[in-house]
């Protein structure tokens, strides 16, 4: 016989029912861990390029749903979406990007550094205008009080 038996003890031996009840609690957290992983991690999903953006005393312009994202780091690099372009290639690149479906060119939305020359991005925004892309929006981090 087992040492922890019932029989052993000396006791009456009593049935046991099976325990039919499923225990939840390890279920709630690690969802709950998921969620607040998930939660911290998506604002992070949505730039992929870090750039130190200036500030502006504008109003945000309406989503559109048809654009093209056009960054410049720090040290002037272009990024078209995500993906750094060699030098020399940005006006081909330009070339290669579709129409949106009216026809015209997409939205382009420029974000720069804001300790690149001032220079620097403009010859990126006249390469844009020769490519044809003439709706162009400039990316600031917020709204700043005019003194």
Request: glycine share 8%; aromatic share 4%.
């Amino acid at each position: 016989m087992a040492m922890g038996s019932p029989s052993s003890r000396g006791s009456k031996r009593r049935g046991r029912a099976p325990m039919a009840d499923i225990n939840v609690t390890p279920l709630v957290d690690v969802m709950l861990v998921l969620l607040i992983i998930f939660m911290v991690t998506a604002p992070m999903l949505s730039a992929g390029v870090p750039v130190n953006l200036p500030d502006a005393n504008a109003k945000p312009l309406d989503q559109n749903p048809v654009e093209i994202s056009i960054s410049l780091d720090g040290n002037g690099v272009i990024y078209l979406g995500d993906a750094p372009l060699e030098p020399g290639t940005f006006a081909q690149r330009l070339a290669e990007v579709p129409p949106a479906p009216d026809g015209k060119p997409p939205q382009v939305v420029l974000r720069a550094d804001r300790n690149l020359d001032y220079g620097r991005v403009m010859a990126v925004m006249g390469e844009l205008n020769r490519a044809g892309f003439t709706a162009i929006s400039l990316v600031t981090t917020g709204s700043v009080p005019s003194p």
